[in-house]
């Protein structure tokens, strides 16, 4: 039997324990939390509008590029140049015929109303106003769809806004009126101190804080046997349609017991032409470009439709409802002569002589 050999038992080689490498302990990344995007703010089309933004100083959606059309007949250079000269020199008469009637107000903005001089103000404020309008070949035919007014009764008249020619057409139309026009205008060169000599009532649209004093102003002209002229919707539109009417004007024609007369305004070019945009005054566009299309636009023919009168009952908001229900009706049809007839001018015989 062999034996084991002697001698200790086997061990292992020793050397340092195998520990695993130094280093910072290995960790997963941490993932960011998850958060939606931010909302951008909604797009032109979706956000708010100026007009919802500020009730008193709305925007209309109409531009140059987008309504303004080009004429069915233009106006020849000779034609364009003594138009823009005669509407000039018709402009300068304007100026000392105001302040020889003493109706530019030192304060206010506003010329009182009543007695002679008020007869002589709407007097020579409507020859003035023809006057400007035929210098620039415009035609004006007013057609009356219900009863007039009693003489010597104030009225608040309200109608669809295209243009800055748009005063012009209803002083030259209704005797005694009075627009009602943005306090800035009475600072213009020129165009300021005719309106004001045209016994406008002035309105400051950046405080909303005036509005009460306006309404006051309004309501006292209309007891007085003025008629006030006035654009609701606060804008311009090239024609194709309309704004809302703003209701806070209307509380004047209640606190008078004044009646409402809704009007339309339509522009045409003759002859039988449809609905002409040119003389629209929207958007980005400026006076002087807007004076130039008209005076380049022959034939040029401005529709303005009396309707029947509202009485002043109700709310506001009512009368104001009322009144652009008339307008809309009336400026979405076409022209027809109305029961009470009708009145053309300057009269002609063929429509070449614009």
Same mark, same amino acid.
Not at 112 to 116: C, D, E, I
């Given at each position: 039997m062999t034996a084991p050999p002697l001698g200790p @038992?086997? =061990?292992? @080689? #020793?050397?340092?324990p195998v520990t695993p490498p130094l280093g910072p302990p290995v960790t997963p990344p941490v993932t960011p939390p998850v958060t939606p995007p931010l909302t951008p703010p909604l797009a032109p089309s979706l956000a708010p509008s100026r007009a919802e933004v500020s009730p008193w100083r709305p925007l209309g959606p109409c531009t140059p590029a987008a309504c303004l059309e080009p004429p069915v007949a233009a106006a020849g250079p000779v034609r364009l140049a003594a138009r823009l000269a005669a509407a000039l020199l018709v402009v300068l008469a304007g100026l000392p015929l105001a302040l020889a009637l003493g109706r530019i107000p030192a304060e206010g903005g506003r010329a @009182? +109303?009543? *007695?002679?001089r008020g007869r002589e103000r709407a007097a020579v404020t409507r020859a003035w106003a023809r006057l400007l309008l035929r210098s620039l070949g415009i035609r004006v035919e007013l057609t009356r769809t219900g009863p007039g007014l009693p003489a010597g009764t104030g009225a608040l008249v309200v109608a669809n806004h295209v243009s800055w020619l748009d005063p012009l057409i209803i002083a030259a139309t209704l005797p005694s009126s009075r627009p009602l026009a943005k306090r800035e205008i009475a600072s213009w060169p020129f165009a300021g101190g005719l309106v004001a000599g045209s016994g406008a009532l002035f309105i400051d649209r950046e /405080?909303?804080?005036? #509005?009460? +004093?306006?309404?006051?102003?309004?309501?006292?002209? #209309? /007891?007085?046997?003025?008629? %006030? %002229?006035?654009? @609701?919707? *606060? =804008?311009?539109?090239?024609? /194709?349609?309309?704004?809302?009417f703003r209701p806070a004007l209307f509380q004047a024609a209640l606190d008078a017991g004044a009646p409402v007369l809704p009007a339309t305004i339509r522009y045409r070019e003759d002859p039988g032409a449809g609905l002409s945009t040119r003389p629209g005054y929207v958007g980005d566009d400026s006076l002087l470009a807007s004076l130039l299309r008209v005076a380049a636009t022959r034939h040029l023919a401005a529709e303005v439709t009396l309707l029947a009168p509202l009485p002043p009952a109700g709310t506001?908001? +009512? #009368?104001?409802?009322?009144?652009?229900? /008339?307008?809309?009706?009336g400026a979405a049809g076409a022209r027809k002569a109305g029961p009470h007839g009708s009145t053309t001018w300057p009269t002609r015989k063929t429509p070449s002589g614009s």
């Open positions: @038992p086997p =061990t292992p @080689p #020793l050397g340092p @009182p +109303a009543g *007695g002679g /405080r909303l804080s005036a #509005l009460p +004093a306006t309404v006051a102003a309004v309501a006292a002209a #209309l /007891r007085s046997g003025d008629t %006030v %002229v006035a654009f @609701p919707e *606060g =804008t311009t539109w090239c024609g /194709r349609g309309m704004g809302r506001r908001k +009512a #009368l104001a409802a009322a009144a652009e229900s /008339r307008v809309r009706a």
